[in-house]
Nanobody
Framework: QVQLVESGGGLVQAGGSLRLSCAAS????????MGWFRQAPGKEREFVAV????????RYADSLKGRFTISRDNAKNTVYLQMNSLKPEDTAVYYC??????????????WGQGTQVTVSS
């Protein structure tokens, strides 16, 4: 069982940066691939990025490559999402997820409650 708690969201101006964190409980954190999804108002939840348990392989949504970076620190049971050059369209609730490596929600077993990111123009 893994419990996930996101933090680091907030209000930022366009062009700015934020780093989201997802702290996981459970001794098996290091065994799970970890992903980030986001859900904008009125839209479906969408895949952002995922990282393998070892941190050696990452995947990103094509539209976000080059601006977002996912990383993890297994010693701290934490996965991060560094977001640069933020745009108003990045405004969404960002969710951390564990247990999958694909782009679909159903592939992941555990979810956090989400953290709000708002990018002003």
């Amino acid at each position: 069982q893994v419990q996930l708690v996101e933090s680091g969201g907030g209000l930022v101006q366009a062009g700015g940066s934020l780093r989201l964190s997802c702290a996981a409980s459970g001794r098996t954190f290091s065994r799970y691939s970890m992903g980030w999804f986001r859900q904008a108002p009125g839209k479906e939840r969408e895949f952002v990025a995922v990282i393998t348990w070892s941190g050696t392989i990452t995947r990103y949504a094509d539209s976000l490559k080059g601006r977002f970076t996912i990383s993890r620190d297994n010693a701290k049971n934490t996965v991060y999402l560094q977001m640069n050059s933020l745009k108003p369209e990045d405004t969404a609730v960002y969710y951390c997820a564990a247990g999958g490596f694909g782009v679909y929600e159903w592939e992941y077993s555990y979810w956090g409650q989400g953290t709000q990111v708002t990018v002003s123009s």
